[in-house]
């Protein structure tokens, strides 16, 4: 369903006729096919209905009018289909990046939470939020962010820095290996402790 929908990115007025039912972009949609069948009718059919002047301005503007609609329809569907918007995320990431940096725990954690709120496969800020729970002594918390984020699919390039995590948490405190923890097909089984916690050689933490 997702796919069909978005599909109909390629007719004007569609996607809003689609999922919102739009009477509007129905004379949208509606009046580009009329302008289609017109221009394929005067071009390859009965030539002799239209001007040759019509032929040449009608498949420029025709595209033109397409791929100008095609923009507006990628950027408005993720709102017609209820996603986050991309934008807003990377606002919301990059502030919570910010406020980590500069050590504001508080500020940076809300950023997380309103990104995961919108977005809870987000990998990156289930990361970072691991290590915030770390360096506040969060220490379950931690575990239990870098839990989830193994289930989340797509994680398994970010098994070294999921590995790190857990190695700075023992350093901090005896965590007990995730034995639940599971990376997508992509890790292989040499990578893993027997317990199940990813085994990965690295540098000591600071």
Known sequence: MRLLSWLTILWPGLPQLWLRGSWSDFVVAGGF?????????????????????FRLIAWP???????????????????LLGLPDTEILDALFTTAQTEYLNGNW???????NRVLELNPND??????????????????EAKQTLRHLATITGCGKW????????????????????????FSPAVS??????????????????
């Open 61 to 79: 503007g025709l595209l033109l009018f397409w791929g100008g609609f095609l923009l507006m329809n990628i950027r408005a569907m993720p709102s």
């Open 106 to 112: 508080f500020e940076a954690e809300v950023a997380l």
């Open 159 to 182: 098994q070294l820095e999921i590995a790190r995590e857990w190695q700075m948490l023992r350093g901090m405190k005896e965590v007990d290996p995730p034995t639940e923890l599971h």
């Open 123 to 140: 990998i990156d800020a289930h990361l970072l939020l691991a290590s915030l729970l770390r360096k506040i002594g969060h220490v379950e």
């Open 189 to 206: 089984a040499q990578n893993m402790h027997p317990q199940g916690e990813p085994v990965v050689s690295l540098p000591n933490a600071a």
């Open 33 to 53: 096919a009329a302008l289609l069948n017109v221009s394929i009718v005067a071009s390859w059919g009965y030539t002799e209905i239209l001007p040759p002047a």
